[in-house]
C-alpha cells in the first residue's frame, strides 16, 4: 500500500521535537511499553508526528492510524479534537483516544483495545 503524504506547518518541527523531549508520563509508558521499536504488531509508530496543522502524539503511516493521549484537563478541548479528528478523517486519518487514566492505570487494558480496534477497522486502515 502507498503511504500518502500528509501536508504539515514545517514550523510544528521544533515543537514536536521539544515534546518527544518531554513526553508526559502516559506518552512514556505507552511508548515504551506498547508502541516503540515494533513492538505493537510489527507496526512502526512514530512519536510527536506533525500532521497538517496539528501534532498527533502517536502516527502509524502503514495503517493511517493516530493515537492520541488525553489529559486530566483535557474537556476543555473537546471542539479543538472534534475539527482536528475531522481534518485528519478527510486524509484517511483514524484517529483512537485513550485518557492518562487509562493508560497509567491499565496499559494492558489499552493494549487489547488497541489490538481489536485495528482488528475491527483493518479495512479502513490497510493492515
Request: charge should be positive.
Amino acid at each position: 500500500m502507498k503511504k500518502l503524504y500528509i501536508p504539515y506547518n514545517k514550523k510544528l518541527v521544533e515543537v514536536a521535537r521539544e515534546n518527544r523531549k518531554n513526553p508526559t508520563q502516559a506518552e512514556k509508558k505507552i511508548w515504551f511499553e506498547v508502541l516503540r521499536s515494533k513492538q505493537f504488531e510489527n507496526y512502526k509508530f512514530l512519536r510527536q508526528k506533525p500532521l497538517d496543522k496539528f501534532i498527533a502524539d502517536f502516527y502509524c503511516a502503514e495503517l493511517m492510524l493516530v493515537i492520541e493521549i488525553d489529559g486530566d484537563s483535557h474537556a476543555a478541548q473537546e471542539e479543538y479534537d472534534i475539527l482536528r479528528s475531522e481534518k485528519l478523517d478527510a486524509y484517511g486519518i483514524k484517529v483512537i483516544r485513550y485518557t492518562n487514566g487509562d493508560i497509567i492505570s491499565n496499559i494492558d487494558g489499552v493494549y487489547k483495545d488497541l489490538k481489536e480496534k485495528i482488528k475491527k477497522y483493518r479495512g479502513h486502515f490497510g493492515g
